[in-house]
């Protein structure tokens, strides 16, 4: 059974750092592309950043690249999120994706909160 564990959210003051990870299994993870999506309450999911699944490329939404960094340990069948910088717009639920063709597998989503 496929399985995507995210942890790592938390509340986090504006301008601090989180680290988020997404644990996989049931999958052959090299063969997946990873992502992180976000949403906030009343609005729609947003993707905020993608990873090859070689890990030789990635992409970002433009609200958080330079602050946000993903990448991936195979080994480790784990995909992460380090979020920098952090604005109190970065509120809202990020849940790891994974991706092959024609086949979608979501994790249960961490909270994130950022507020003074």
């Known amino acids: 059974q496929v399985q995507l564990v995210e942890s790592g959210g938390g509340l986090v003051q504006p301008g601090g750092s989180l680290r988020l990870s997404c644990a996989a299994s049931?999958?052959?993870?090299?063969?997946?592309?990873m992502s992180w999506y976000r949403q906030a309450p009343g609005k729609a999911r947003e993707l905020v950043a993608r990873i090859t699944n070689t890990g030789g490329s990635t992409s970002y939404a433009d609200s958080v690249k330079g602050r946000f960094t993903i990448s991936r340990d195979n080994a480790k069948n784990t995909v992460y999120l380090q979020m920098n910088s952090l604005k109190p717009e970065d509120t809202a639920v990020y849940y790891c994706?994974?991706?092959?063709?024609?086949?979608?597998?979501w994790g249960q989503g961490t909270q994130v909160t950022v507020s003074s």
């Open positions: 049931g999958l052959t993870f090299s063969s997946y592309a």
């Open positions: 994706n994974a991706a092959r063709q024609f086949r979608d597998y």
